[in-house]
């Protein structure tokens, strides 16, 4: 077998590709089955690893793979066998049983064929106790349990796990997943695994790209093991990478004037948060709207935004009733719930144009009987509108926990765009995009950096831009994608320190330009 062959790819913040939930795949296995030979996915899966051992860690020579009972542990039986092959010093750790021979009786149809083949290479195999030390290896690899695992992960497996998740282990490469996480949902119980690389097989699963413990996958990787999913078979979510993104930027012609490019309204800004509304203008400027302006819902102190002039300072009215140029409406940054926000909510809801609304636009649209109106006049808008929450805004709107979303991101961004007719952002790691139509986008890049007061202001701003450039779905895409490629090109160039809001607009347009200029590969693939 070709250990060197190139069918197995990183997941980067480049290409766009289909997010396959577990059902999907139990489907795209069962029928694949029907068509190969058997064994066939499960040898294939192991040939998968190696190649991936093989390219990522080549100097590893010493191997442990822990396996479990089921068809996980014979993808790990399978992927010894290749590396024995290929030279390495292979180890097979049987996990999940209180004696080998036990622990092979259980092993499925398939996984008990592969056995067979790794005791006839007398590839060295033994038991692993939950009370004995892990063996010294440079690799271990993780083929412990698969999309199959429901719940928490129980003992004698939890003991191994645990062992896995000490801060001296070497490099852990996870079989499909890592062990203890849910494939659709990014959740796991205390127990789970943290992969310095994932390689998902059949199809890039959902739980590892959003979820609260999707980063225990590191690295992810994927192949489709040879099997094309019918046309027919619609993917769970999307993973939003630069391809989608550089189609949905606005094109500059040569005769282009401020006029054409779009006009922004932001309100919001009442006393003591008006760098919320600011910073938002701000990002809209650099993000190429032709006019932007804002309407304090502070008394004005000043005339001019002296860090941005361009900004036009104007009192929320002027800016409420239909009565400005095309453009988009954003509402929320730093606006509270006072009766003033309340009121200028009212006539906001009633624009016809595209409506962003963040922050405390979403605060008073929260569950209880005094906001039934304004939920009512979400739904009933016809132009396109767009909601921006965070987890704890999601929940109140959804009259839950942050706990309930976070267990389900997808779901929750889902139910949100449902019950409100509208395309909406749930941020966080993995910021989710769902459309009223219920298509699912899991944004691919941004990076812990964001987690700073103002970076959602920018991202509404953002969204509110390109809106007023191209007013299409997919700008909302492009903004949300830029605003975690600016954090990504920071931190490759700059480091971990350093970052604030205020310098995403500048570096949003510096991802907008790298994108366009094919300068994205170094700073955007996560490889710089």
Known sequence: MDLSADVTHRLSSFSSIALRNTAQLRRLEHDAAQTLPPGTLMRRAGLAVARLVQARFAHARRIAVFAGPGNNGGDGLAAALHLQRAGRDVLVLACGNTALQSWAARLPLDAASVWQDVQARQIPCRLLSAAEDLPAADLYIDALLGIGLSGPVRDPLAATVRALQTPDCPPILSVDLPSGLDADRGTSGPECVRATVTLSLLGVKPGLCTGPQAWRCGEVWHDDLGVQPPASLVPAAHWLGADVVRAALPHLPQAAHKGRRGDVRVIGGAAGMTGAALLAARTAAHLGAGRVHVGLLAPLTAQVDAQAPELMLRPPDSLLGGSMAAGCLLFGPGAGTAAAARDALQRALADPLPLVLDADG??????????????????????????????????????????????????????????????????????????????????????????????????????????????????????????????????????????????????????????????????FDGNA
């Open 362 to 523: 979403l605060n008073l649209l929260t569950t209880g009987s005094d906001n039934e109106e304004p939920q009512a006049a979400v739904r009933q808008r016809t132009a396109l509108t767009v909601l921006t929450p965070h987890p704890l805004e999601a929940a109140r709107l959804l009259g839950t926990t942050v706990a309930a979303v976070q267990a389900d991101r997808l779901r929750a961004a889902c139910d949100l765009s449902a019950r409100f007719s509208a395309w909406v952002v749930l941020k966080g790691a993995g910021s989710v995009i769902a459309s009223p139509q219920q298509e699912l986008w899991v944004n691919s890049s941004g990076n812990g950096l964001l987690a700073t007061a103002g970076s959602g202001d920018a991202l509404a701003g953002a969204i509110a831009a390109l809106l007023a450039a191209r007013p299409h779905p997919h700008s909302v895409h492009a903004a949300v994608w830029l605003h975690g490629a600016a954090a990504d090109a920071f931190l490759a160039r700059r480091g971990p320190a350093g970052f604030c809001a205020s310098a995403l607009p500048e570096w949003m347009a510096r991802a907008w330009n790298a994108l366009c200029h094919g300068q994205f590969a170094a700073p």
